[in-house]
């Protein structure tokens, strides 16, 4: 085909691309423990109340008209509102709904705000920088230009009990004329680690000092679906962008995306939305607006969603420790997001021909290499990690884990 630049580029093969044929590949093979993806877990007490809201919605007729009705470009005029209402109440952010606006999904946030903010600028060319990577596997092929995001490697904490975790190295992070966006997310996805309150205070700090937006990618974070496992506090001003997700929520087919932003940084969202697909999905947003609207939704996250993945993240963590018995894994610290992120020091081969032999075993987990965007060469550190998820049933976790300790052996 006679694609065009553009064309050519996003026919490219990609890490999220690699995942996504993955995950559809397995999904038709039974006998595959899919420990990769990224799909929330389907916990009994959400999905009871999905559906209760559900068949409040339909009996009313709501759930009709979200389906046959377009909404504004920005977003469901009455969840923004709820919203705004909501992050005022709980945080005194001093927002309306103005500041906010409606994607189909993350992803396509993050492809607009990075392409807005970094790229070809004049006669200069801007980049997003990523202050500590592993980062999301899903940033690095966003770019409608090439060389997009300019990275670092972390600080390495060694911990007692095999834990080890990532921090910011903030004598060696460069802000400059070029510097278009900062961008972090809170947990971050692969590791599970999550910044500082001081970490993000220093971020914040640089960030306005320079005159450059601090994006945070809070998919995983507080308030909702607040998978994360200690208190933090979330912070927002007129140069942070802040990002949700309703996928992790457990609605990852809703496609549905938040953004508080500046004003301004908002209708230029929704003006792109208008150009490139008339308005996002009013489903999403009329399920959650009525869990606010009953004052359902912590309880929801704080109560049901957030202890389920913590019981389930120890568990697993506790059986990686006994099956693979070897100190050299190490276990980024998990403090939130629904993975565990694993190092092992010393490995024969790479984690590229370690996630091929799992593959052949009947393990599909991921490789680490796909989560430094920003590096020619992520380095040995990033060819001894792998990402694994912790949200399939107990029994595939531990048929999992035990194909992955018996192909360890094999290389180390």
């Not at 470009?73 to 906010?100: H, P, T």
């Not at 995983?220 to 912070?235: A, C, K, L, M």
């Not at 230029?268 to 308005?279: E, F, G, K, M, V």
């Amino acid at each position: 085909m006679n694609y065009s630049d553009f064309g050519k580029r996003f026919n490219r093969y990609s890490g999220i691309s690699h995942l996504m044929d993955d995950l559809s590949a397995g999904l038709l093979d039974d006998d595959m423990v899919m420990l990769g993806g990224g799909n929330p877990a389907a916990i009994p007490q959400v999905l009871e109340k999905f559906q209760q809201t559900l068949d409040n919605l339909q009996q009313r007729g709501d759930l009709l008209k979200a389906l046959i009705n377009y909404d504004a470009s920005q977003g469901n005029q009455a969840f923004l509102e709820s919203l705004a209402d909501y992050f005022n109440s709980q945080y005194g952010w001093g927002i309306s709904r103005k500041n906010i606006a409606l994607t189909h999904g993350s992803q396509s946030a993050f492809f607009t705000l990075f392409n807005s903010f970094a790229g070809a600028s004049g006669h200069s060319r801007k980049h997003v920088l990523l202050p500590i990577t592993p980062e999301y596997i899903g940033y690095s092929d966003l770019g409608i230009e090439d060389h997009l995001f300019v990275s670092q490697k972390p600080q390495i904490e060694k911990l007692p009990d095999q834990y080890f975790k990532y921090h910011i190295n903030f004598d060696s992070l460069e802000i400059t004329s070029d510097t278009g966006l900062i961008c972090v997310s809170r947990p971050t996805n692969p590791s599970g680690n999550v910044l500082t309150d001081n970490e993000c205070r220093h971020l914040d700090k640089l960030a306005r000092r320079n005159n450059v937006p601090l994006l945070v990618d809070n998919a995983y974070g507080t308030p909702f679906p607040h998978i994360i496992f200690h208190e933090v506090n979330p912070f927002w001003n007129d140069n942070t962008i802040v990002c949700l997700s309703l996928s992790k929520l457990g609605l990852p087919g809703v496609r549905t995306g938040i953004v508080i932003a500046h004003e301004e940084i908002i209708h230029q969202l929704s003006n792109i939305t208008a150009i490139t697909s008339l308005a996002p999905g009013g489903v999403g947003p009329v399920l959650v607006n009525e869990l606010l609207r009953k004052g359902e939704l912590n309880a929801l996250c704080d109560d049901v969603i957030r202890p389920f993945y913590q019981l389930r993240c120890n568990k697993v963590v506790e059986w990686l420790k006994q099956s693979v018995n070897d100190e050299r894994m190490h276990i980024h610290l998990p403090e939130g997001a629904i993975f565990l992120w694993l190092w092992f020091e010393g490995l024969s081969i790479t984690t590229s021909e370690l996630y091929e032999e799992l593959k052949k075993d009947g393990l599909l987990v991921v490789p680490g290499k796909y989560f430094f965007p920003g590096q020619d060469n992520p380095g040995k550190h990033a060819e001894s990690c792998i990402r694994m998820n912790y949200v399939q049933s107990e029994e595939d976790l531990q048929k999992g884990i035990s194909i992955l300790s018996r192909t360890l052996r094999r290389f180390w």
